[in-house]
Structure formats: structure tokens, C-alpha cells
């Protein structure tokens, strides 16, 4: 089992940049598919991007592509989501999930661990 606690959200203007951070308690965090998911009001949770256990492989939504970066430090036990030229329509709270599997898995039903989120606000 782990669990995950994110940090980083906050206020920032629209071209702005932050960068999320997720620690999984565990020893066995690298060997977990690590993802970030965002909800914003009134909206159904949406895919962000995952990464691989290894590190090797990652994947994005469209809408995110190009501007954020998913990365791991399976040392630190740690998933980064750095997010640069935000958009008013980023604004959402973001959670990052942790799954066991085969291949990387976009949809957060199958995510079994969640942390409880970070608020990000992007001001236009």
C-alpha cells in the first residue's frame, strides 16, 4: 500500500508556471505507474498525464501537452508535475493516484491510490 500527499498548488497568473509535487510513503513506490488527475467545479475528474514506474515511458491529454512535464525521483519517492504556461481553464484541484499495472492507464477508476489533492488557480 501507499499513500500520497501532494504539494505546490497555489494562485498564479495565467502564463505563469508551477510545479506540483506528490511524496508516496513505501519502499516500494518505483515499482508504481504514478499519474495526476484535475477536477475542476462542476466538472468530471480529467487524465493529466502518467508516468511509467522506470520513468521510461510517459503520457499526456491533449490539453496539457507541450506546457506540462511529468517526472519521478524514485529515490525521493517523488512524482513532479511541472506546469508551465498555465491557462485560466488549468484552474482544478489536482491529485496524483499510484496503480500497479502492466501499461499506462488513463482512466481513474483503476487508480486504487489517491492523495487529497492541491488547489491550483490560474488568474487571467
Known amino acids: 500500500q501507499v499513500q500520497l500527499v501532494e504539494s505546490g498548488g497555489g494562485l498564479v497568473q495565467a502564463g505563469g508556471s508551477l510545479r506540483l509535487s506528490c511524496a508516496a510513503s513505501?519502499?516500494?513506490?518505483?515499482?508504481?505507474?504514478m499519474a495526476w488527475f484535475r477536477q475542476a467545479p462542476g466538472k468530471e475528474r480529467e487524465f493529466v498525464a502518467v508516468?511509467?514506474?522506470?520513468?521510461?515511458?510517459?503520457s499526456y491529454a491533449d490539453s496539457v501537452k507541450g506546457r506540462f512535464t511529468i517526472s519521478r525521483d524514485n529515490a525521493k519517492n517523488t512524482v513532479y508535475l511541472q506546469m508551465n504556461s498555465l491557462k485560466p481553464e488549468d484552474t482544478a484541484v489536482y491529485s496524483c493516484?499510484?496503480?500497479?499495472?502492466?501499461?499506462?492507464?488513463?482512466?481513474?477508476?483503476?487508480?486504487?491510490?489517491w492523495g487529497q489533492g492541491t488547489q491550483v488557480t490560474v488568474s487571467s
Open positions: 493516484a499510484a496503480r500497479l499495472g502492466a501499461a499506462l492507464q488513463y482512466v481513474s477508476s483503476v487508480y486504487p491510490y
Open positions: 513505501g519502499r516500494t513506490f518505483s515499482t508504481y505507474d
Open positions: 508516468i511509467r514506474w522506470s520513468g521510461m515511458s510517459t
